[in-house]
């Protein structure tokens, strides 16, 4: 195994410890906030990387034979890369966001920032 | 050993290691299972779908086939729709 292969296989482990990271999260937390934070942040964070191994051997790739279906991969993967960053958080958000509205307590939370923001929202339009 | 020659070891390690992204899958899926609320078994499905988009990712590296990676991409973007239209319902209660 050549040097750049060995780069392109340590960059798929680190994809791989995040995104094993991020479903020991979901299967461990106790409840909807936690285990949005550990699995969101870390499948992202996994993807990103995972992305950087398919850009990082399609460049190989297109040195080594100079076809141009390898660059098109390496731009493809680019865009399925921004595609992720813009939805993922965004769907994170959603769910957290019903979560709350429908009445789920975080568990062990001492005090809710946003419970009294809405109660202080409600008294003002009394 | 020809120009852009892959290697055996290479190739083998790269399907070990995507093996182990459907355990992930196998794990989360835990979670659609026997979520307590709603909400959990939600974001499990977001999860699993990120994970399945990942995998085309790999397997379009593996197999060097450019198309995977277009349903890749739309894998995801379906998987944002559904990630919204399921969350908005589930906020109401109703579609509004």
């Known amino acids: 195994m050549t040097l750049p292969m060995l780069f392109i296989v340590i960059l798929l482990l680190i994809s791989l410890v995040f995104n094993g990271l991020g479903t020991i999260g979901l299967h461990r937390f106790p409840d909807v906030y936690t285990r949005l934070h550990a699995a969101t942040k870390c499948t992202t964070f996994g993807t990103i990387f995972i992305t950087f191994t398919v850009i990082a051997y399609s460049t190989r790739q297109y040195i080594l034979t100079d076809e141009a279906k390898f660059l098109n991969m390496a731009i493809h993967t680019l865009i399925a890369l921004a595609a992720l960053l813009l939805t993922n958080p965004t769907g994170a958000h959603a769910i957290a966001r019903a979560a709350h509205k429908m009445g789920i307590k975080p568990k062990k939370a001492v005090r809710d920032d946003l419970e009294e923001a809405d109660l202080q929202k409600k008294k003002e339009v009394d | 050993m020809g120009k852009g020659h892959k290697g055996v070891v290479f190739m083998t390690s790269v399907a070990t290691l995507s093996l182990i992204f459907v ?19 939600l974001l ?53």
Not at chain 2, 26 to 38: A, C, H, K, L, M
Not at chain 2, 81 to 92: D, I, N, Q, S
Request: negative net charge.
């Open chain 2, 23 to 41: 355990l992930f899958i196998v794990i989360s899926s835990y979670r659609i299972v026997v979520g307590p609320s709603p909400y959990d078994r």
């Open chain 2, 44 to 96: 499990g499905l977001n999860v699993v779908s990120v994970l399945i988009s990942v995998i085309f990712i790999t397997f379009s590296m593996e197999t060097e086939m450019g198309f995977l990676l277009d349903i890749a991409l739309v894998f995801i973007v379906l998987n944002f729709v559904a990630t919204l239209g399921f969350a908005k319902y589930l906020e109401r209660g109703e579609f509004r």
